[in-house]
């Protein structure tokens, strides 16, 4: 499975950018995407997620500003990003995994993917 993120950028606080990530490769009958992002110095957190079924998680941080979606004939995973604050600003990273795991926890699995990540800059 191979993940290509695109979109990141560099914008103003309250501005916005939509992320979007293709998969392509031999994946799974049903799977869970996500985007993650890593800032400087600090950890990888999951930032929000769509299971095959459908359901969606965000994590706290994002709740009412960011709006993800997916496109499962695509394989796409796109990331609406609104009212983007400076605390925002990380490498953002499109995720895979088993249904199981669409817990947007970060994890070694033996099915987990990562992209390359796009870098997100807000001043």
């Known amino acids: 499975v191979q993940l290509v993120e695109s979109g990141g950028g560099s914008v103003q606080a309250g501005g916005s950018l939509r992320l979007s990530c293709v998969a392509s490769g031999e994946t799974h009958m049903r799977y869970c995407l996500a985007w993650f992002r890593q800032a400087p110095g600090k950890e990888r957190e999951g930032i929000a997620g769509v299971d095959s079924d459908g359901s969606i998680s965000y994590a706290d941080s994002v709740k009412g500003r960011f709006t993800v979606s997916r496109d499962h004939a695509k394989a796409t995973l796109d990331l609406e990003m609104n009212t983007l604050k400076p605390e925002d600003t990380a490498m953002y990273y499109c995720?895979?995994?088993?249904?199981?795991?669409?817990?947007?926890?970060?994890?070694?699995?033996?099915?987990?993917?990562w992209g390359q990540g796009t870098q997100v800059t807000v001043s």
């Open positions: 995720g895979y995994d088993l249904p199981r795991y669409c817990d947007l926890k970060v994890r070694t699995t033996r099915t987990r993917k």
